[in-house]
């Protein structure tokens, strides 16, 4: 059982706005910065939000972060088929001096 | 451009040792750290834990505390994951990954290509 929280699926048709909750505690999302990433089918994770809101060069503004107390959210708009992956939240967590994964959300693009 | 490659896939008996290498290039290995994610089949990431390449310092996930060692070779800009006493639930793909820091607070920013590695009887 991961330590933050996500649904494990969501879906949208191409054009279409979609977002993902990311859900945690006073010790990770509380009191730590939000990281969003994209893994695509059978490759590794490539970081698509780091520091909440910020996207590193490269990442389309389709993509968007936000956070409020201990969740945060990620924000796809103008869906398109190739962002069709599992999407994984991550933030530091105090207690544990580590980091600390959602389990992850499938977006299929219908 | 940041590079991470890693060593290929591995088949290990239950109660035996792996060791995974992470090859960095394309940045100054000792001005960053390496973290190590694993991704059991179907399932979620599962970080396991941190080296400093700089000092060597090391901070393991308490899960695996006693059973994993991190090292590195600053020589060769070279990361290394030895897990012992592997059981049939260590069975997944490892990624090594770089840890950028700005002002204190780190984060992973690149990732590996990842290695398989089975727990198989």
């Known amino acids: 059982q991961s330590v933050l929280t996500q649904p494990p699926s969501a879906s949208g048709t191409p054009g279409q706005r979609v977002t993902i909750s990311c859900s945690g505690s006073?010790?990770?999302?509380?009191?730590?910065?939000v990281y969003w990433y994209q893994q695509l089918p059978g490759t590794a994770p490539k970081l698509l939000i780091y520091r909440n809101n910020q996207r590193p060069s490269g990442v389309p503004d389709r993509f968007s972060g936000s956070k409020s107390g201990t969740s945060a959210s990620l924000a796809i708009s103008g869906l398109r088929s190739e962002d069709e992956a599992d999407y994984y939240c991550?933030?530091?967590?105090?207690?544990?001096?580590?980091?600390?994964f959602g389990g992850g959300t499938k977006l299929p693009v219908l | 451009q940041v590079q991470l490659v890693q060593s290929g896939a591995e088949v290990k008996k239950p109660g035996a040792s792996v060791k995974v290498s992470c090859k960095a290039s394309?940045?100054?290995?000792?001005?960053?750290?390496i973290s190590w994610v694993r991704q059991a089949p179907g399932q979620g990431l599962e970080w396991m834990g941190w080296i400093s390449a700089y000092n060597g310092n090391t901070n393991y996930a308490q899960k695996l505390q006693g059973r994993v060692t991190m090292t590195t070779d600053t020589s060769t800009s070279t990361a290394y994951m030895e897990l012992r006493s592997l059981r049939s639930d260590d069975t997944a793909v490892y990624y090594c990954a770089r840890d950028s820091c700005t002002g204190g607070v780190c984060f992973i920013d690149y990732w590996g290509q990842g290695t398989l590695v089975t727990v198989s009887s």
């Open positions: 006073s010790s990770n999302i509380g009191s730590n910065y």
């Open positions: 394309g940045y100054t290995f000792t001005s960053y750290g």
């Open positions: 991550a933030s530091w967590d105090d207690s544990l001096s580590g980091w600390v």
